[in-house]
C-alpha cells in the first residue's frame, strides 16, 4: 500500500482518500494499485455498501496521471513502464464502470485527466464550486484517456469534441449542465453529505445530495453550444479549423487560437477516437481501443515534447510533430489504432 491513497471503512462507507497534495493528487502506480486493492477487498464485504472517492487535503480533487513518469518511460524505458502505468490505470477504470455498489465521487477542486477517469465512472459525481473539470492531453500531446473516449462522444451535440480538443475548463455548474456531474453542492455541506452516505440506507444517496445541493450559478458553456456544434461538426480537423477561421467573433479566434497551440497529431487521434468509442457498446472495448493508442502515442515524439513544454522547461512552446494538420496522415493514425499483438492487448481485471 502507499501513503498516497487512505483507505477507512466508516458506518458502511468504503473511503478512498486521494493523499499527495503536492501533486494535486497526481496519480501514481503505487496509487492506481492501492484503489484497485481496496475496491477489489470491499467488492464482497457484505459491511461495505457504498464507495465514497474524494481528496485529503488540498485545491484539487485529481490533476491526472504522473506525467514526468510517463515522459521519463519513453524516453528511458522505451515506454514499457507507461504503457504498465496505461494498462493498469485503464484495469481500475474499468473497475470503477463496472463497480456493484454506488460509488460517490467528491469532483471539489481540479479535476483532469486521471482524475476524470475515477469519477467519471461513478454513479454519482458531486461537484462544486471549486470544480475545474478538464481533459487537456492535446496540450501535451498524449490524448483524452481514462475512458474519455466514451464520455465525451457521449455529451450533447460536439462539446465532447470540442472539450477533446481545446482541453477547455469547466467550472462545477458547467459540470452539471452538461452530465459530467449529477450533483452540485457547496463545498461546506461536503462533510455532512459524507457522515450521512457513510450512515444512512444506500438508497437514500440520491436523496442526501439532492437535500444538500445547491443553485449552481450560470453555466456559460451552454449559451456557446450552438457555436460547438457548428464549428466542431466535423470528424475531420482540418474542417473544424477552416470553419473557425470562416467566422471573426471573438469566441471563433480565441478557440482557433487554442487549438493553434495543440498537437495537430492528438487532436487527430481525439477525433478519431471519440467517433470509434461512439459505436461502442462496451466500456471494455473503448478501453482496449485506448490503449493500443496509448501504447504507441507514449513514445512519439509529441508526448516528449508537450511534457518538456509544459512541466520541464515550462516554456509553453512545444515544437510539434508533424507541424500542422495536414500532416498527419491517414496512415500514421491507421497505425496508431491498429491492434496490438495478441497477448500485449488490454484485457478488464
Not at 27 to 54: G, S
Not at 259 to 274: D, F, G, N, W, Y
Amino acid at each position: 500500500m502507499t501513503d498516497d491513497i487512505l483507505t477507512r471503512i466508516e458506518g458502511h462507507a468504503g473511503f478512498i482518500s486521494l493523499n499527495r497534495p503536492g501533486a494535486i493528487h497526481a496519480l501514481t502506480l503505487p496509487m492506481v494499485h492501492a484503489m484497485t486493492e481496496a475496491l477489489l477487498k470491499w467488492k464482497d464485504d457484505d459491511a461495505v455498501k457504498c464507495i465514497i472517492i474524494d481528496h485529503a487535503e488540498g485545491r484539487g480533487f485529481c490533476a491526472g496521471g504522473d506525467i514526468a513518469f510517463l515522459r521519463n518511460s519513453a524516453l528511458n524505458d522505451g515506454g514499457a513502464s507507461g504503457r504498465k502505468f496505461f494498462h493498469d490505470e485503464y484495469q481500475l477504470n474499468h473497475l470503477l464502470f463496472t463497480y456493484p455498489k454506488p460509488v460517490v465521487a467528491f469532483m471539489d477542486g481540479i479535476t483532469m485527466g486521471g482524475g476524470v477517469g475515477i469519477s467519471q465512472p461513478a454513479r454519482f459525481r458531486v461537484a462544486t464550486e471549486n470544480t475545474r473539470f478538464a481533459m487537456p492531453e492535446t496540450g501535451i500531446g498524449l490524448f483524452p484517456d481514462v475512458g474519455g473516449g466514451w464520455y465525451l462522444s457521449r455529451l450533447e451535440g460536439r462539446v465532447g469534441h470540442f472539450l477533446a480538443l481545446t482541453g477547455a475548463r469547466l467550472d462545477g455548474a458547467e459540470c452539471l449542465a452538461l452530465g459530467l456531474a449529477t450533483h452540485y453542492l457547496p463545498s461546506e455541506a461536503l462533510a455532512e453529505a459524507k457522515a450521512r452516505i457513510a450512515v444512512e440506507d444506500p438508497e437514500r444517496i440520491d436523496g442526501i445530495l439532492g437535500t444538500l445541493s445547491a443553485s449552481p450559478p450560470e453555466a456559460r458553456i451552454v449559451s456557446n453550444i450552438l457555436a460547438i456544434n457548428r464549428h466542431f461538426a466535423s470528424d475531420r480537423y482540418e474542417d473544424i479549423l477552416a470553419s473557425l477561421e470562416g467566422d471573426d467573433s471573438d469566441w471563433a479566434m480565441k478557440e482557433l487560437a487554442t487549438l493553434r497551440t495543440k498537437s495537430p497529431q492528438t487532436c487527430k487521434v481525439a477525433l478519431r477516437q471519440l467517433a470509434t468509442s461512439a459505436g461502442l457498446d462496451d466500456f471494455a472495448d473503448n478501453m482496449a481501443m485506448e490503449y493500443r493508442i496509448g501504447s504507441r502515442v507514449l513514445t512519439r515524439p509529441d508526448f516528449a515534447e508537450g511534457v518538456r513544454a509544459v512541466i520541464v522547461d515550462k516554456d509553453n512552446d512545444p515544437k510539434w510533430n508533424p507541424a500542422n494538420a495536414e500532416g498527419v496522415s491517414e496512415e500514421l493514425l491507421d497505425a496508431i489504432f491498429a491492434p496490438l499483438p495478441p497477448q500485449e492487448e488490454w484485457k478488464p481485471l
